[in-house]
C-alpha cells in the first residue's frame, strides 16, 4: 500500500488520483506521522460496501438461526402462499 502525507496530497491530488486509478493500489494519508483517511478506487469502494453489505445479511442469518428465529420448509411455502394472494 502507498502512503502519502496530506501535504503531499493537497500539492500533488491530480498525479496521485492518477497512480490511484493506474495501479488499483489504496493510498493511506497521513497527518503529522499518523493514519488519517484512505485513498481508494470509487469501484474498488463499490465492490467492498457490496461484500460487506452481503457480509452482514450473513450474520445476520446465523445470528437468527442461534436464536431459534427460523421456519422450515413448509411454514415458509405457507407464508408465501399468504403473501402471494
Known amino acids: 500500500m502507498k502512503v502519502e502525507l496530506v501535504t503531499n496530497l493537497k ?7 492518477a497512480e490511484l486509478h493506474r495501479n488499483k493500489e489504496a493510498v493511506l494519508i497521513t497527518e503529522h506521522g499518523q493514519p488519517s483517511a484512505y485513498l481508494v478506487d470509487v469501484k474498488d469502494y463499490e ?3 457490496r461484500r460487506l453489505a ?3 445479511g450473513l450474520a445476520k ?4 438461526i442461534l436464536e431459534g428465529k427460523t421456519t422450515n420448509h413448509a411454514q415458509a ?3 408465501m402462499r399468504k ?3
Open 54 to 56: 452481503l457480509l452482514e
Open 61 to 64: 442469518g446465523e445470528r437468527a
Open 77 to 79: 411455502r405457507e407464508q
Open 47 to 49: 465492490f467492498m460496501q
Open 11 to 17: 500539492r500533488q491530488a491530480t498525479k496521485i488520483l
Open 83 to 85: 403473501w402471494l394472494e
